[in-house]
């Protein structure tokens, strides 16, 4: 496989230079929109399957990660909707994870998630195909002045995550992502009986469809990781290697479920906002081709830990 090792590349703007690459894909360092205005952007405008990404959380507080906040952040992030949509297969989607915020010293939440997901959809013109929420059981309690302290808030231990196509029939699946049975319908299964026929709601269930085997269980649309698995590895290499790691890591089966469900084996994923490439590992695992952007040198070079063959 071939690689330039990120601590040798001097990313200059404009120019965008690339860090690392494998058989399948290449992260880049430099941001979006560096890539957005190179020949490798002009390259791939309607050839991507699946863009999947979690940008900087619209929060209200600046992080070390280089946050935008306000309406700065709105402004931003809106400015990139349509160059985006532009590299979308005309079956392609754009998942998108947003956390949510809270205002500066007080125990309300700011609208800013919710304003920026609709200036986002408006702007790119974008269809909203689902709500999903990633629910992570074994977040730490947070906001800590309104949780732990004050103790009048419960903590907040979810993100939304929005799935958006330009057309009303991006290319999915759902039998790609099925769940186990529960032990309830393995049993249904295994002695055929059930008790069919109209229920309250007035849906009418019958023995002959419900009883067929699927393979599993179609999934709902919360989606339960507890971010404490996934990424030791990534942090082992960190340490290591004397790095520092992403203070902000996805969970790696967020990433699967959607890249599972949303594409084929050889199809494009991009994450315009790499970080430690959870998107873009992941999909190498899967068998996708990937492209990733980060603009942090460091972070370039940390992530090089998800690829054992590096």
Known sequence: MARTRPAEIEPLDPEFEEGYSTDLGTMYVGKIEQLLGSDIGVALEGSVDLIFTSPPFPLNLKKSYGNKMGDEYLDWLTSLALPLKRLLKPTGSLVIEIGNAWEPGRPVMSTLPMRSLLD?????????????VCHNPARLPTPVQWVNVRRIRVKDSFTN?????PSDFPKANNAKVLQPYKDAMLRLLETGKYNSGRRPSGHKIGEKSFLKDNGGSIPPNVIEIANTGGNEEYRKYCRQNGLEAHPALMQPGLAEFFIKMMTDEG????????????????AEQLGRRWIATEPSLDFVEGSMGRFPNL
Do not use: H, I, K, R
Not at 161 to 165: E, K, N
């Open 161 to 165: 995550v929005w799935w958006m196509a």
């Open 120 to 132: 986002f959809l408006e702007a790119g013109e974008f269809n909203l195909c689902q709500q999903f």
């Open 267 to 282: 199809d494009l994923v991009l994450d315009p906002f790499g970080g430690s490439n959870t998107t873009g590992a992941v």
